[in-house]
Antibody, heavy 119, light 108 residues
Framework: EVQLVESGGGLGKPGGSLRLSCAASGFAFSSYTMTWVRQAPGKGLEWVSTISSSSIYIYYADSVKGRFTISRDNAKNSVYLQMNSLRAEDTAVYFC????????????WGQGTLVTVSS | SYVLTQPPSVSVAPGQPARITCGGNNIRSKSVHWYQQKPGQAPSLVVYDDSSRPSGITDRFSGSNSENTAALTISRVEAGDEGDYYCQVWDKSSAHRVFGGGTKLTVL
Protein backbone atom coordinates (compact mmCIF):
# COMPACT_ATOMS: atom_id res chain seq x y z
CA GLU A 1 0.00 0.00 0.00
CA VAL A 2 1.31 3.42 -0.97
CA GLN A 3 1.79 5.68 2.04
CA LEU A 4 2.92 9.30 2.12
CA VAL A 5 3.32 11.00 5.50
CA GLU A 6 4.10 14.70 5.73
CA SER A 7 5.70 16.33 8.75
CA GLY A 8 7.38 19.56 9.73
CA GLY A 9 4.45 21.92 9.62
CA GLY A 10 3.68 24.38 12.36
CA LEU A 11 3.95 28.05 13.15
CA GLY A 12 6.52 30.08 11.28
CA LYS A 13 7.27 33.78 11.48
CA PRO A 14 7.19 36.13 8.50
CA GLY A 15 10.65 36.06 6.99
CA GLY A 16 11.43 32.81 8.76
CA SER A 17 11.98 29.27 7.57
CA LEU A 18 10.40 25.84 7.86
CA ARG A 19 11.36 22.48 6.38
CA LEU A 20 8.67 20.01 5.40
CA SER A 21 9.35 16.31 4.98
CA CYS A 22 7.37 13.58 3.25
CA ALA A 23 8.19 9.97 4.07
CA ALA A 24 7.15 7.45 1.43
CA SER A 25 6.58 3.72 1.68
CA GLY A 26 4.90 0.90 -0.21
CA PHE A 27 6.41 1.63 -3.63
CA ALA A 28 9.72 2.06 -5.45
CA PHE A 29 10.25 5.67 -4.38
CA SER A 30 13.36 6.26 -6.49
CA SER A 31 11.37 5.61 -9.68
CA TYR A 32 8.74 8.29 -9.16
CA THR A 33 8.42 12.02 -9.63
CA MET A 34 7.13 13.75 -6.48
CA THR A 35 5.11 16.94 -6.06
CA TRP A 36 4.08 19.40 -3.36
CA VAL A 37 0.64 21.03 -3.55
CA ARG A 38 -0.82 23.46 -1.03
CA GLN A 39 -4.28 24.61 -0.05
CA ALA A 40 -4.86 27.85 1.80
CA PRO A 41 -7.77 27.85 4.27
CA GLY A 42 -11.05 27.73 2.38
CA LYS A 43 -9.29 27.96 -0.99
CA GLY A 44 -8.48 25.65 -3.88
CA LEU A 45 -5.46 23.56 -4.68
CA GLU A 46 -2.25 25.31 -5.72
CA TRP A 47 0.71 23.47 -7.22
CA VAL A 48 3.98 24.36 -5.46
CA SER A 49 6.86 22.27 -6.81
CA THR A 50 7.79 19.03 -8.59
CA ILE A 51 11.00 17.00 -8.59
CA SER A 52 11.83 14.15 -10.95
CA SER A 53 12.96 10.74 -9.78
CA SER A 54 16.67 11.51 -10.05
CA SER A 55 16.35 15.22 -9.18
CA ILE A 56 17.38 16.24 -12.69
CA TYR A 57 14.17 18.13 -13.35
CA ILE A 58 12.84 20.57 -10.76
CA TYR A 59 9.98 23.00 -11.23
CA TYR A 60 8.48 25.71 -9.04
CA ALA A 61 5.37 27.83 -9.04
CA ASP A 62 6.10 31.52 -9.60
CA SER A 63 4.74 32.31 -6.14
CA VAL A 64 7.49 30.33 -4.39
CA LYS A 65 10.40 30.42 -6.84
CA GLY A 66 13.52 31.75 -5.19
CA ARG A 67 12.14 31.15 -1.69
CA PHE A 68 11.33 27.42 -1.60
CA THR A 69 13.62 24.53 -2.47
CA ILE A 70 12.47 20.98 -3.20
CA SER A 71 14.84 18.06 -2.73
CA ARG A 72 14.75 14.32 -2.20
CA ASP A 73 16.81 11.55 -0.67
CA ASN A 74 16.11 8.30 -2.47
CA ALA A 75 18.08 6.34 0.12
CA LYS A 76 15.68 7.60 2.79
CA ASN A 77 12.53 7.43 0.61
CA SER A 78 11.82 11.06 1.42
CA VAL A 79 11.11 14.33 -0.31
CA TYR A 80 11.56 17.73 1.32
CA LEU A 81 10.41 21.31 0.92
CA GLN A 82 12.67 23.97 2.40
CA MET A 83 10.59 27.09 2.85
CA ASN A 84 12.47 30.37 3.37
CA SER A 85 11.40 34.01 3.53
CA LEU A 86 7.96 32.91 4.66
CA ARG A 87 4.98 35.16 4.01
CA ALA A 88 1.49 35.22 5.47
CA GLU A 89 0.16 34.00 2.12
CA ASP A 90 2.18 30.79 2.49
CA THR A 91 -0.26 29.74 5.22
CA ALA A 92 -1.81 26.51 3.93
CA VAL A 93 -2.03 22.77 4.26
CA TYR A 94 0.85 21.28 2.27
CA PHE A 95 0.28 17.93 0.58
CA CYS A 96 2.94 15.75 -0.96
CA UNK A 97 2.01 13.52 -3.84
CA UNK A 98 3.38 10.76 -6.04
CA UNK A 99 3.20 11.47 -9.77
CA UNK A 100 2.62 8.97 -12.54
CA UNK A 101 5.26 10.75 -14.57
CA UNK A 102 7.02 14.10 -14.78
CA UNK A 103 3.98 15.62 -16.49
CA UNK A 104 1.32 13.13 -15.42
CA UNK A 105 -1.33 12.96 -12.73
CA UNK A 106 -0.68 12.79 -9.01
CA UNK A 107 -2.01 9.36 -8.19
CA UNK A 108 -1.33 9.17 -4.46
CA TRP A 109 -1.46 11.88 -1.79
CA GLY A 110 -0.45 12.32 1.81
CA GLN A 111 -2.84 13.71 4.41
CA GLY A 112 -1.07 17.06 4.54
CA THR A 113 0.68 19.21 7.12
CA LEU A 114 -0.49 22.65 8.18
CA VAL A 115 1.85 25.62 7.91
CA THR A 116 0.80 28.85 9.58
CA VAL A 117 2.83 31.99 9.04
CA SER A 118 2.14 34.63 11.63
CA SER A 119 4.00 36.92 13.98
CA SER B 1 0.32 31.60 -17.70
CA TYR B 2 -2.23 28.97 -18.59
CA VAL B 3 -5.64 29.33 -16.93
CA LEU B 4 -8.26 26.66 -16.23
CA THR B 5 -11.81 27.84 -15.54
CA GLN B 6 -14.34 25.78 -13.60
CA PRO B 7 -17.86 26.69 -12.43
CA PRO B 8 -17.82 27.35 -8.67
CA SER B 9 -20.70 25.02 -8.00
CA VAL B 10 -22.88 22.31 -9.52
CA SER B 11 -26.03 20.92 -7.89
CA VAL B 12 -27.77 17.73 -8.93
CA ALA B 13 -30.44 15.41 -7.60
CA PRO B 14 -29.52 11.87 -6.57
CA GLY B 15 -29.58 9.45 -9.48
CA GLN B 16 -29.12 12.21 -12.04
CA PRO B 17 -25.95 12.88 -14.03
CA ALA B 18 -23.55 15.68 -13.10
CA ARG B 19 -21.22 17.37 -15.55
CA ILE B 20 -18.34 19.51 -14.33
CA THR B 21 -16.51 21.53 -16.96
CA CYS B 22 -12.96 22.79 -17.18
CA GLY B 23 -12.24 25.46 -19.75
CA GLY B 24 -8.85 26.31 -21.16
CA ASN B 25 -7.37 27.63 -24.39
CA ASN B 26 -6.94 24.65 -26.74
CA ILE B 27 -7.20 22.32 -23.75
CA ARG B 28 -7.70 19.48 -26.22
CA SER B 29 -3.94 19.53 -26.78
CA LYS B 30 -3.28 18.71 -23.11
CA SER B 31 -3.93 15.72 -20.87
CA VAL B 32 -6.49 16.60 -18.22
CA HIS B 33 -6.64 15.01 -14.79
CA TRP B 34 -9.49 15.23 -12.29
CA TYR B 35 -9.35 15.06 -8.48
CA GLN B 36 -12.06 14.70 -5.88
CA GLN B 37 -11.60 16.23 -2.44
CA LYS B 38 -13.98 15.65 0.43
CA PRO B 39 -14.02 18.00 3.46
CA GLY B 40 -10.99 17.54 5.68
CA GLN B 41 -9.41 15.01 3.35
CA ALA B 42 -6.58 14.93 0.84
CA PRO B 43 -7.45 15.04 -2.85
CA SER B 44 -7.78 11.75 -4.71
CA LEU B 45 -7.44 11.04 -8.41
CA VAL B 46 -10.66 10.01 -10.18
CA VAL B 47 -9.79 10.47 -13.87
CA TYR B 48 -6.41 10.86 -15.59
CA ASP B 49 -5.28 11.50 -19.13
CA ASP B 50 -8.69 12.90 -20.12
CA SER B 51 -10.73 9.74 -19.71
CA SER B 52 -8.86 6.96 -17.92
CA ARG B 53 -9.91 5.75 -14.48
CA PRO B 54 -7.49 4.65 -11.77
CA SER B 55 -7.97 1.20 -10.33
CA GLY B 56 -10.85 1.17 -7.86
CA ILE B 57 -12.70 4.17 -9.28
CA THR B 58 -16.30 3.41 -10.24
CA ASP B 59 -17.24 3.56 -13.90
CA ARG B 60 -19.84 6.17 -12.98
CA PHE B 61 -16.95 8.63 -13.37
CA SER B 62 -15.95 9.47 -16.93
CA GLY B 63 -13.99 12.20 -18.63
CA SER B 64 -13.89 13.90 -22.00
CA ASN B 65 -11.79 16.56 -23.66
CA SER B 66 -12.47 18.54 -26.81
CA GLU B 67 -11.60 21.95 -28.26
CA ASN B 68 -11.53 24.35 -25.32
CA THR B 69 -13.48 22.39 -22.74
CA ALA B 70 -12.80 19.24 -20.76
CA ALA B 71 -15.49 17.66 -18.63
CA LEU B 72 -15.94 15.22 -15.80
CA THR B 73 -19.27 13.41 -15.87
CA ILE B 74 -20.68 11.50 -12.93
CA SER B 75 -23.58 9.33 -13.95
CA ARG B 76 -26.23 8.47 -11.37
CA VAL B 77 -24.90 10.80 -8.68
CA GLU B 78 -24.90 9.55 -5.09
CA ALA B 79 -24.72 11.43 -1.81
CA GLY B 80 -21.18 10.14 -1.33
CA ASP B 81 -20.04 11.99 -4.47
CA GLU B 82 -20.41 15.35 -2.74
CA GLY B 83 -17.19 17.31 -2.53
CA ASP B 84 -14.89 19.57 -4.46
CA TYR B 85 -13.58 18.59 -7.88
CA TYR B 86 -10.46 20.00 -9.51
CA CYS B 87 -9.12 19.68 -13.02
CA GLN B 88 -5.37 19.87 -13.63
CA VAL B 89 -2.99 19.94 -16.59
CA TRP B 90 0.71 20.26 -17.31
CA ASP B 91 1.46 23.49 -19.16
CA LYS B 92 4.53 22.76 -21.27
CA SER B 93 5.22 26.40 -22.16
CA SER B 94 5.67 27.46 -18.54
CA ALA B 95 6.71 24.06 -17.13
CA HIS B 96 3.99 24.46 -14.54
CA ARG B 97 1.28 22.18 -13.24
CA VAL B 98 -1.99 24.13 -13.27
CA PHE B 99 -5.18 23.51 -11.28
CA GLY B 100 -8.62 24.82 -12.01
CA GLY B 101 -10.32 26.81 -9.27
CA GLY B 102 -12.45 23.86 -8.22
CA THR B 103 -16.15 23.02 -8.39
CA LYS B 104 -18.27 22.20 -5.36
CA LEU B 105 -20.68 19.37 -6.17
CA THR B 106 -23.84 19.40 -4.07
CA VAL B 107 -26.26 16.48 -4.12
CA LEU B 108 -29.74 17.84 -3.48
Amino acid sequence: EVQLVESGGGLGKPGGSLRLSCAASGFAFSSYTMTWVRQAPGKGLEWVSTISSSSIYIYYADSVKGRFTISRDNAKNSVYLQMNSLRAEDTAVYFCGRDESLVGATDSWGQGTLVTVSS
Amino acid sequence: SYVLTQPPSVSVAPGQPARITCGGNNIRSKSVHWYQQKPGQAPSLVVYDDSSRPSGITDRFSGSNSENTAALTISRVEAGDEGDYYCQVWDKSSAHRVFGGGTKLTVL
